[in-house]
């Protein structure tokens, strides 16, 4: 298969990936097949059915509808976390990088600190201090993540300020903060955007991680890491509860490095990257 088929089928099967998943998370604002909370001990361990799709859990709850109910809780998680990331490292990037001296020194000493912890131990140790729930999760993985934005931000900018048109913008009297606004941050932007674009996945993946460990969003709130951690007691007699929510993460984190990927060799075809 040539370099152009191979692009083209990576960004059909990326984009098709998070499109599903996209749709999931709307159809679960509005709809599940049955209650995600809704206990049936009847109904407990059934295998996949007309009934219920996917089967049934420990306590009888329909695998498909807390899956769908997952999705719904993690997605616009993870989704908050990119936007927060990628706006305060492209901030604080764009200023270490343009302004240089003292500001450069301090912001990429304290960035330089936080990128010396792997992000989900940073993540976990942030987690356990803001406490467990949506708002702790978004706290610790913002302040995990944004390091590697800041960083990547820095070094576009670090190689967009001695382009000619900031010469020029000086030289016509635009003040620092109108040549960032109007010049450096816009050609940062594709570099972000391929950024963003595969943080998602690996956002999620640390906010399933966070769930798994018992310091995210709290049972019995349906989210892929809990019903993973849920499900492991039961591994040798029913083992298919961890095939559904770990496939769900591993298509995410699939579809988002495959997006990534094909965006990226569009910028870079034309020129951008």
Known sequence: MSGAGK??????VGGALVAVLLAVVLIAAVWTPYNPLSIDLNTRFAGPS?????GTDQFGRDVLSRAMAGARISVPLALLVVALATTLGLAVGTLAGFLRGPVEAVLMSVNDALMAFPSILLALTLAAVFGAGATGIVIALTIAYTPTVVRVV??????????????????????RLYSMLRHVIPNTLPQVAVLATSMFGWVLLSESALSFLGV???APAPTWGNMLSSARPYLSTAGGLVVVPGLCIA????????????LSDTLRRRGLQ
């Open 50 to 54: 007309g009934a219920h799709w996917l």
């Open 154 to 175: 820095r070094a576009s900018v670090l190689s967009i300020r001695t382009r000619e048109y900031l010469e020029a913008s000086a030289v016509m009297g635009n003040s």
């Open 7 to 12: 692009f083209r089928g990576s960004a059909l």
């Open 216 to 218: 995210g969003v709290p």
């Open 251 to 262: 298509a995410t984190v699939l579809g988002a490095t495959l997006l990534a990927d094909a």
